[in-house]
């Protein structure tokens, strides 16, 4: 099939004087294509949710922080700069490293499916996941970008594939129909679904939980710093909130004959041991 040239920028204006900004226009411009190359490059037996996420953050990534002889376009291309980006995304897309999922969109409490298809589409699906990364990436420029085989097969060497013809040839044997730029694989045009709600308010509950603990514990240190602070009360079942009376001193000597190295074993210091509005405020604490 011919290829497609892909909104050309004049050969002249392949690096201009802020190519950067040049290059964020043309991410902008091609960014449903990008997307949904990286899609059908990422592996396919992953859920949809962190397949979606993971091609959009492989796009965004794509954007260098500023030209270099790594990524300056080639000015062979129709679109030079296009040329050098998609060439990023297939990179971030065939070697995906651990640390990308930091700098991945996060959606909280939703979660994004591509449209469902037909069966069909099922089916395209399961082919994809048995091929391997270059494979699918050969599968997603020769029907994305309809790229010719030798053409493709250039993408790919530049992009580190090992055997770019062969895997060319392999992304050949892939059915033609359905037409993977359907809206089955367009991490574009999602739909929304709720996370299990049960679930979440679990984990909301107990991650406020932890945050007072926290809070908690932190003004208690500070109510009780400084000079003279008193050190290694336990609390006993006493009468109410704030009462002194609540604490059970520790023996001079009780931590040389125990195994915990903890307050609950070391006695109180200071001056102000014997503070009761002090301790009284430890203990409401």
Same mark, same amino acid.
């Given at each position: 099939?011919?290829?497609?040239?892909?909104?050309?920028?004049?050969?002249?204006?392949?690096?201009?004087?802020?190519?950067?900004?040049?290059?964020?226009?043309?991410?902008?411009?091609?960014?449903?294509?990008l997307?949904?190359?990286?899609?059908?490059?990422?592996?396919?037996?992953?859920?949809?949710?962190?397949?979606?996420l993971?091609?959009?953050?492989?796009?965004?990534?794509?954007?260098?922080?500023?030209?270099?002889?790594?990524?300056?376009?080639?000015?062979?291309?129709?679109?030079?700069?296009?040329? !050098?980006?998609?060439?990023? &995304?297939?990179? #971030?897309?065939?070697?995906?490293? @651990? /640390?990308?999922?930091?700098? %991945?969109? +996060? $959606?909280?409490?939703?979660?994004?499916?591509?449209?469902?298809?037909?069966?069909?589409?099922?089916?395209?699906?399961?082919?994809?996941?048995?091929?391997?990364?270059?494979?699918?990436?050969?599968?997603?420029?020769?029907?994305?970008?309809?790229?010719?085989?030798?053409?493709?097969a250039?993408?790919?060497?530049?992009?580190?594939?090992?055997?770019?013809?062969?895997?060319? !040839?392999?992304?050949?044997? &892939?059915?033609? #129909?359905?037409?993977?730029?359907? @809206? /089955?694989?367009?991490?574009? %045009?999602? +739909? $929304?679904?709720?996370?299990?709600?049960?679930?979440?308010?679990?984990?909301?509950?107990?991650?406020?939980?932890?945050?007072?603990?926290?809070?908690?514990?932190t003004?208690?240190?500070?109510?009780?710093?400084?000079?003279?602070?008193?050190?290694?009360?336990?609390?006993?079942?006493?009468?109410?909130?704030?009462d002194?009376?609540?604490?059970?001193?520790?023996?001079?000597? !009780?931590?040389q004959?125990?195994?915990?190295?903890?307050?609950?074993?070391?006695?109180?210091?200071?001056?102000?041991?014997?503070?009761?509005?002090?301790?009284?405020?430890?203990?409401?604490?």
């Amino acid at each position: 099939m011919p290829a497609r040239t892909v909104g050309a920028t004049p050969p002249h204006q392949g690096v201009a004087a802020r190519p950067v900004a040049q290059a964020e226009a043309a991410l902008v411009r091609h960014y449903r294509r990008l997307v949904r190359l990286a899609y059908l490059a990422l592996p396919a037996d992953r859920d949809r949710h962190s397949r979606v996420l993971a091609a959009h953050n492989a796009v965004q990534r794509a954007l260098p922080f500023r030209w270099t002889r790594r990524t300056e376009p080639d000015v062979t291309e129709a679109d030079p700069v296009y040329a !050098a980006l998609r060439l990023r &995304v297939l990179r #971030a897309a065939l070697r995906p490293r @651990p /640390a990308a999922r930091l700098t %991945a969109p +996060r $959606v909280w409490g939703l979660r994004l499916f591509t449209p469902h298809g037909g069966e069909e589409d099922a089916g395209l699906d399961r082919v994809l996941a048995t091929l391997d990364a270059p494979a699918r990436a050969a599968f997603a420029l020769r029907t994305v970008d309809e790229l010719g085989p030798q053409q493709a097969a250039e993408v790919l060497r530049r992009a580190g594939v090992a055997a770019p013809d062969e895997t060319v !040839a392999a992304a050949a044997a &892939v059915p033609s #129909a359905p037409d993977p730029t359907g @809206p /089955a694989f367009d991490p574009c %045009a999602v +739909r $929304v679904q709720p996370t299990d709600l049960l679930r979440r308010r679990r984990t909301l509950t107990a991650t406020l939980a932890v945050g007072v603990l926290g809070f908690s514990t932190t003004a208690a240190v500070l109510g009780g710093s400084g000079p003279g602070a008193t050190a290694g009360a336990v609390s006993a079942s006493a009468p109410g909130p704030g009462d002194p009376a609540r604490l059970v001193r520790v023996a001079p000597d !009780a931590w040389q004959h125990t195994t915990r190295v903890d307050f609950s074993a070391w006695p109180a210091r200071g001056d102000r041991r014997e503070d009761g509005a002090l301790l009284g405020r430890a203990v409401t604490a």
